[in-house]
């Protein structure tokens, strides 16, 4: 017996190979929106080991893609949220790391998709290596190609504020592990 397997359906431009030249907004949702990286306190982000983790694997991006450059972002108590950079993208292979390739999606070397699988994979690694959780993320993410400063402006806001807004984010929820 076959069994067929419905397409997901994708939010990305048409046309867009997302590898260009260009700033990106990208979201990274915890497995089932699990609490994963710190809590919240007084409206401010308080990191555990993991989410220093997250972190550290975030700020290593440009070492692995050397035409990525990174602009504001926020390790969240369960997603992350980060404006992506690519400039003069003439070839970011990643470095160091060899990001794993999906049966069902083809992706360009350097395009987001490479560049959010090798960070989630560089977390993944470290739960591996220092807990006993082996689902970290949900299976996909949320990009948005950034194309006016006013834009930017407002997501750089949105990121920064993301902390004091935490109990009316819509990736709040009561599922702490602790």
């Not at 048409?14 to 990208?26: H, T």
């Not at 220092?130 to 190609?145: G, R, S």
């Amino acid at each position: 017996m076959s069994q067929s397997f419905g397409k997901r359906r994708s939010i990305r431009l048409q046309g867009l190979n997302y590898s260009g030249a260009g700033f990106y907004f990208v979201t990274i949702c915890t497995d089932n929106k699990k609490h994963l990286f710190g809590k919240i306190i007084d409206n401010e982000m308080h990191w555990n080991a993991a989410g220093e983790a997250a972190r550290k694997c975030w700020l290593e991006i440009p070492a692995h893609y050397p035409d990525v450059k990174l602009d504001v972002f926020i390790i969240m108590p369960n997603h992350v949220h980060g404006i992506l950079i690519i400039e003069n993208n003439t070839d970011t292979r990643a470095q160091d790391i060899v990001p794993l390739q999906s049966r069902y999606q083809k992706t360009l070397s350097g395009s987001i998709g490479v560049i959010v699988r090798g960070y989630k994979i560089g977390v993944s690694k470290w739960f591996r290596q220092n807990t006993q959780i082996k689902d970290v993320w949900q299976k996909n993410y949320y990009e948005h190609v950034i194309r006016k400063e006013e834009s930017l402006l407002k997501i750089q806001e949105y990121i920064l504020n993301n902390p004091a807004a935490w109990e009316k984010d819509k990736f709040f929820c009561e599922n702490y592990l602790e």
